[in-house]
Each structure stands twice: as C-alpha cells, then as structure tokens.
C-alpha cells in the first residue's frame, strides 16, 4: 500500500466517520496494518495516510526500545478525544512527511473513546507517549500534520502555548 | 550540482536576509539549511546552498555584502543528504551568569560521548543580575546513562537537565 507523502493534498482532507464494520472495513483495517509494519519504526498510522478517508487509526506503542505506559495494540474507529490535561513538548516525525522531525507540544494526558473493531466501544484514558502518538494520528483523520503544530525547542523553556484543538 | 556553506555576518539592518537569499534565488541556488540569528548588534547568517558548479557565489553575493558591509566566508561541503542525524537527548542549563558555563558542561559531555547538533545560548534576567541560559540537542553515542553521570559530577550552581529525545513516527 502506498503512503501519500506530503505536498500531496489529500493529506490535508478531512475523514469521515465509519458507518457499518464490514467485510470491506475489516479488510482494510488489515492492510492499513500491514503498510504500518512497514514503515520504519513507525508507532501508528491513520487511514488517510493509504489514502483511505475513514476515521480509523491504528496505534501501538507496546514496542519500544525503551518501554513506555500502554494498551497494547490499538485498533481505532471514530476516535475522539473527549478530554485534554497537561502540555508537553516532544519530537515527532511521521510516514507522510520522510526526513524530518520536529518539536510539537501535545496533551500530556487524553482521555478518548473509539470502537475497535468488533463494534464494542471503548472509553479510557492515555498519557505521554501513547497519548501523544494517539494525538498525532487523530490528527491525520482532520488533515493535520505535526507541520501545522511545530514550535521552536527555545518554547519549552519559555513560552508554553496553549494546546490548540 | 555542488554543495556549500556560507556565513555571512555583519552589523544587523533591515533587509539582510531578503537581499542575500533573494540574490542567490535569482541565480538558480537553492537553500537546503538555514540558521540566521541576531548576535548583539550584528546579524548572523549561516546558509548551505546547492548550486551550479559554475556559479561563484562570491561574485553573486559581493554587492550586497559591499553594500551591506557583510563578511562573506564559504566553504564547500559534499553534496548528500544521508548526514541528518536525529538527536536523541536534550539538555537545557541555566543559572546565575559566570565565566565558563558553556565550556564547563560541553567539554563534560564530550568526554561522556555527546556529538552535539545544535545548540543555543543567551542571557537574561537583569543587568546586575544575569542569568545564563544554554538548549543544546546532539547524540549520545556512549548512552544517556554516560552523558547523566557526567552531568551529576558539574558544579551545584547551575540547574541542568537531561531529557531523552523519544522521537515518535507515525
Ligand atoms: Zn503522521
């Protein structure tokens, strides 16, 4: 599967929800999987990425060098983040946007609710880490990259932002 | 196609930056990096540029460093992309200003394995009370662990921090 990279525009669209978990749903779901595992070190990856104009996110943080606060493998449809706490900054790169990283300040702690993929719904919190990876993927679902969210290193020290939604 | 380098200082005024970058645009040379910086009084640019191999560079710049009063140095650099490494640690240290902060925590570090990428200075608080502030990003290519320890051993009067650099993909 292909990875849109950026200036492609599509990058920039807007995902609609899920309807129905269907064969076609799942099918996806299993690709947009396979195209993760093969990115480099990649910890998530959203379906707009491939492409694919869903609101499906897949995150898994549960393999890490140096370990890291998770829930293991993560297979999100309609994710939406109901609550933010706390900034932090950290490096990000990302699959659409290939040799470069850049500081971004994310919630420290979210709180989201999605389906996975048998349709059961799911509420629970995340924070650091995962919960910047999670942020960082909901964004692709709104035409976001971490390019629209960069700030200088110096702004951790000096200027916290607010987190803008 | 050629790679270089080029630093350009000089007493800062408006319009240095336009005037350098648009005269190497209008000549076909495209900026891969940039840093440029106030300095005091002066205005600091740092640019690596690839270009025609038959353009000379000073020639293109010399009326606006002769206008502008810059100092123009150039150096050639290889033509590639693969040296971009990712820091992995950041440090920040600040405390009441002294002699020697910078070359007392760097040379620590550079003992304890850190290849440094990047990194910034300055001063605040009050004339008669100044504080020295220091960011500085780079690689530890013998462990966080080395580069901590290291850290542990400086001098009490400055608050210094280590953070991993856990770069996320995805
Ligand atoms: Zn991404």
Known sequence: ???LTYPDQRLKQIS??????DKDVLNFIHE??????????AVGIAAPQVNNFQRIVIVDVSDMRKPVDNHGHLIMINPEIAAWDGMHMGREGCLSVPDFTGNVIRAEKIKLNYMDETGETHEFESSGFEARAIQHELDHLDGLLFLDRLV?????????????? | MKCSVLTLVGA???????????????????LAQASMMRLGANFAIMLRVS????????NILSEI????????????????DVLRP????????YGADRNGIVAQVTSALAVAGLNIIDLETDLGGTKDKPIYIMTLEGLATKGVESLQNALNALNSDIEVNLDEINTLRG
Request: hydrophobic letters at 35%.
């Open chain 1, 1 to 3: 599967m292909e990875i």
């Open chain 1, 16 to 21: 609609e929800s899920v309807e129905s978990i």
């Open chain 1, 32 to 41: 947009l999987e396979q195209a993760r595992m093969a990115g480099p070190g």
């Open chain 1, 152 to 165: 200088s290193r110096r702004s951790d020290l000096f200027k916290r932002k607010n987190y803008k939604k």
């Open chain 2, 12 to 30: 800062d005024q408006a319009g240095i930056v336009a005037a350098v970058t648009d005269a190497l645009y209008k000549q076909g040379c495209s």
């Open chain 2, 51 to 58: 270009h025609d191999e038959a353009k000379d560079l000073r």
């Open chain 2, 65 to 80: 460093c002769e206008n502008m009063s810059l100092h123009l140095h150039i150096d050639e650099d290889v033509d590639t």
């Open chain 2, 86 to 93: 990712d820091p992995d640690v950041q440090v920040t240290v």
